[in-house]
């Protein structure tokens, strides 16, 4: 789709073109009207954000309007995860007079320097940061400079007076190592989280605090680099098993790469859990429908989509709402771990 020249500015005539649509329609999306199909108001919004067309905010607001639309911004590779984002989100506005639209970027550099636009295109009340746009300090910055409310998802930065939903990502890693050291596994490898994402960090600092606690040595060749997916958890499985000295253990830090993991090992005619244990993290759909049903970190991601929707709302409303909020989490034990055998001990 072609830029407008930077001659003129783009009109609501040259949207319905490049969308295929009719005047009327795109009216219809900006005044949040119903009895629009969903894919034809993402098309509008998408040739909208492309032609850097926005409407006349300043005479809406005059007007007292409000679209009671809130956007779900979030950049994360697994689906599963994504899932559960939207699904706690759209439980908490069941009901309420507010409608929710997804907003999924690439990466945090693709949404900064966007957000603003993407908000007047589509006359957001409000939005939901999820990882790792909530860290992104750029887009933190462009929200606050035009004064659109917004509450985060699971940030690990602090620099930001918005509400936040989180739980603890280092004390959880660190209960995974602690449950394979107690069945015996001294090397124990791990297949970090995506370089962008701060909660990638935050787990693998509770991974080597487990591992110190436990007088465990810490050894570079059993830490891989994952990007939360599937097949980087499968080529990490591979080089960990490749090793001479190969771990007994392994920790992913999504249950898309431990799934990864446990196609590697079965690959390599790895028992698991007879030879290898494996965990993951999230407790996503995938930890059990995989074969055996993976150990992992419940991370309560429904309820912190859930709770973090509750406190953009109570911001619209002017209601209190409490700056801070952490939420459990809890290691589910299933079969893909056990105790180490004998022989497995080089």
Not at 19 to 45: C, M, Y
Not at 49 to 71: C, K, M, Q, W
Not at 111 to 125: E, N, P, T, Y
Not at 222 to 234: D, K, W
Request: include cysteine.
């Amino acid at each position: 789709m072609a830029r407008k020249p930077a001659t003129r500015h783009s009109t609501i005539t040259d949207v319905a073109d490049a969308a295929g649509v009719s005047i009327k329609t795109v009216s219809r999306v900006f005044n949040n009207e119903p009895n629009v199909r969903p894919l034809t108001r993402d098309r509008v919004l998408a040739a909208a954000t492309e032609l850097d067309y926005h409407p006349n905010v300043a005479a809406r607001s005059l007007a007292g309007r409000r679209s009671f639309l809130i956007g779900l911004a979030y950049e994360n590779p697994s689906p599963n995860y994504v899932v559960d984002l939207q699904t706690g989100a759209l439980d908490r506005l069941h009901g309420e007079r507010y409608r929710l639209l997804v907003l999924p970027f690439a990466d945090a550099a693709t949404a900064s320097g966007k957000m603003q636009a993407i908000a007047r295109a589509s006359g957001l009340d409000g939005v939901v940061l999820a990882p790792p746009l909530c860290d992104d300090a750029a887009t933190v910055a462009e929200l606050e400079a035009c004064g659109l409310p917004y509450a985060r998802i699971a940030p690990t930065s602090g620099g930001s007076q918005a509400p936040d939903v989180a739980m603890d990502d280092r004390h959880a890693a660190r209960a995974v190592v602690d449950h394979l050291a107690a069945l015996g596994h001294k090397r124990i490898g791990i297949v970090r989280g995506h370089v962008t994402h701060a909660s990638a960090m935050a787990r693998f600092e509770g991974y080597r605090a487990g591992l110190e606690a436990h007088g465990l040595p810490i050894d570079a060749d059993l830490e891989t680099q994952g990007a939360y997916t599937f097949l980087s958890g499968y080529e990490a499985g591979r080089k960990l098993l490749a090793l001479k000295d190969r771990p007994t253990a392994i920790f992913a830090c999504n249950d898309d790469m431990a799934a990864g993991v446990l196609n590697a090992a079965y690959e390599a005619g790895v028992s698991v859990p007879g030879d290898l244990s494996v965990v993951g993290f999230d407790d996503s759909n995938i930890a059990s429908v995989v074969w055996p049903r993976l150990t992992t970190i419940h991370q309560p991601i429904r309820d912190m989509a859930r709770e973090a929707t509750g406190a953009l709302l109570a911001l619209l409303e002017d209601e209190e709402v409490p700056p801070h909020r952490m939420l459990p989490y809890q290691l589910v034990v299933r079969g893909s771990t056990g105790p180490v055998r004998e022989k497995a001990i080089r």
